[in-house]
């Protein structure tokens, strides 16, 4: 296990660089002078001359990307164009609740997902079956920002039950979870259950119930734990449909996350904290997918054997 482990951190490495070659690139790919950009009709030759050399245009290529990647290496990525405040800092600051946000919506993911696929594959072909999928179709098909806005109508204007924006109560992370959540328990639900479904089909299963084992305990630990295995991979995938999806729920709910700040940087051309967010957020994922990797290897021994 301990193998297989290093042999994943050491295949990270060029997958960061390559993410932070693209993240240093955003700059040089806006259409025009990227400093112009930034600061549209209101800076003088001064201003823009003085911006130039504070973001290293002024230098070479390989020079700007060296000290970009030491910088990030080291958690600073510049100077904010809009508010002239540490990157970092801003991010550190927002970054806490994107992260739980986050992680509840892919509790409400996982837990909502299992169910509704173990239900649907145990009760193949009747009613609950059907009606889970139809479930997991729609919660496929509803806008985020749609489905958000409903249950806001719902429960924070009609029932008052939760509020309907900010993050002052631990009630006002749970319409935000729930809509960010939805979508993925859907995906996972119909893969769950599909999996669940073929497993139940092996000859195993059929040896594991003729012994006279419980049928829980064959659903348990013969078959959900062989059914989890291409669920976990389509979960460290979801992450990203999450991270994404945050930036609309966000701006929805008013979470005062780390969407919101990149909406509010693309309106305003702050690329150094546009590169930040994109970096960090990039950063996140493939430390998400390399847990899932060594999960994957925990359920199924096959993998670090091999």
Partial sequence: MQRYAAQRLLQL????????????LMVHLVPGDPVQVMLQDYGTPAQAAALRHTLGLDRPLAVQYGVFAWRALHGDFGRSIRSGRPVSGEIALRLPYTLQLTAASMVVAIALGLVLGMIAALQHRRLPDYAAMVAALAGISLPSFWFGLVLILIFSYYLRWLPAAGADTPGSLILPAVTLG?????????LSRSSLLEVLRQEFIRTARAKGMREWRVLYRHGLRNALIPVLSIIGLQVAGLLGGAVIVETVFGWPGLGRLAIDAIFNRDIPMIQGIVLVAATIFVAVNLAIDLL???VDPRIRYS
């Fill in 13 to 24: 490495a060029p997958v960061l660089v390559s993410v932070s070659v693209l993240v240093f």
């Fill in 182 to 190: 939805t979508s993925a328990a859907s995906i996972i639900a119909r």
């Fill in 296 to 298: 994957y290897a925990l």
